[in-house]
């Protein structure tokens, strides 16, 4: 008994000895002095977090920069073109995962209601009166673990979709998808090519349904949700979503992305998923959600793709841990997570469109940091080969130097 009092009080200990930032109004984030200092206290070597810095500027987009926090450190922050810590770029589909994680807190906040959890069928009169009446039968057999493991059938988008069924690529038919003057309805109007579970495809109007079924559960809007749960919790600064698009503003955010907020505040976001959903005394993920998103999901054996992150489960990034989860979005940006080396990595891109403060009507400033003199435009044929999405993540897990 007294044994396990000491390891209680032990651990009670540790987790309030565990570092959490400051906002950046505050102080923000603690920083090492210099790369003998980044490698004593994070065990990382600065010179080779600059090869991965190098990534990104031949990555393919004219904005862009790299955020690395290891251990708790602020130990690398680099920027070229239009990007800046302050700046609020459209993340575009890396938005998917404040979704997905928002989707988490709310089964477990919303037990009563959502008994089933992921296995909740979403296509009832209850949680998603607007899909009524079924323009599919199969519809009535999607469930919410599909829509976040884009696995609900929906059509994928683009001119060349495709699907995944067991590992096997295949082309799908383009479909209409999402219309931004109708974001809720043209979602639901999307056609299914499979019956949920048969298939993995790339669909943006799933985690949409998926963020309509949230505002009917929670009864909030999703930004308002996630300024809540995790926004105000762990200090954001000024971030929003792109509602305003030349003459259209967006009735509802987009829980298929083009969410936007400060670097150094992506980093935070990771940061709480590194550290098992906590930020200071408080639990603001469950941690078993967290465990979902970085292993193979029940509800797609086809891909490795669980509630809206890529993850490492199988090793097929060959040098980066096993439990790294990660969140694409088009333009170049990616937010990484590997809790085994408590760290977390955010890499911006974008277009110049992606950084026009018009879309958030947020301040930003104009410029960034300039372009850097370094920067090497991508062959007319696209990204350089070779400094791909794992790339930048295999050469930032390079870098750490613990001993």
Known sequence: M???????????????AEYFPPADAQGGWRAPKDAAEARALAGVDVAKLERAFAATLRSGSPNGGLVVVRKGY????GYYGKAHREG????????????????GVMLAEHKARLPQGLDTLVYTKDLLPEAFPLRDPREADIRLGHLLCMTSGHNGEGGSPSAVVHGETRPL????????????GSSLRTPLWAAPGEGYSYSSPAPHIASMVLRRVTGQELPAYIDEKFARPMGWGAWGYCL????????????????????????????????????????????DYLRLCRTPSPYDPHFPFSLQFEHNAAGQILGAPRDAFYKTGAGGFCLYVVPSLDLVVYKLGGSDGQWNPDLTRLPQP??????????????KNGAYEGYSIPRVLELVCAAVKDE
């Open 2 to 16: 007294r044994l396990a009092l000491l390891l209680s009080a032990f651990a009670l200990r540790a987790l309030a």
């Open 74 to 77: 602020l130990v690398f922050e």
């Open 88 to 103: 609020n770029p459209d993340m575009a589909s890396t938005g998917k995962a404040f979704t997905s994680i928002a989707c």
């Open 173 to 184: 038919k383009p479909a209409k998808g999402q219309d931004i003057r109708d974001v809720d």
């Open 244 to 287: 305003y698009r030349g003459d259209v503003t967006m009735a509802h955010a987009n829980g298929a992305g083009s969410i936007a907020l400060h670097a150094t505040d992506a980093v935070r976001f990771g940061y709480c998923l590194a550290h098992d959903g906590r930020w200071g005394g408080r639990q603001l993920v469950p941690a």
């Open 366 to 379: 104009a410029d960034g940091h300039g372009l850097r003199a370094d920067y090497v435009a991508p062959p």
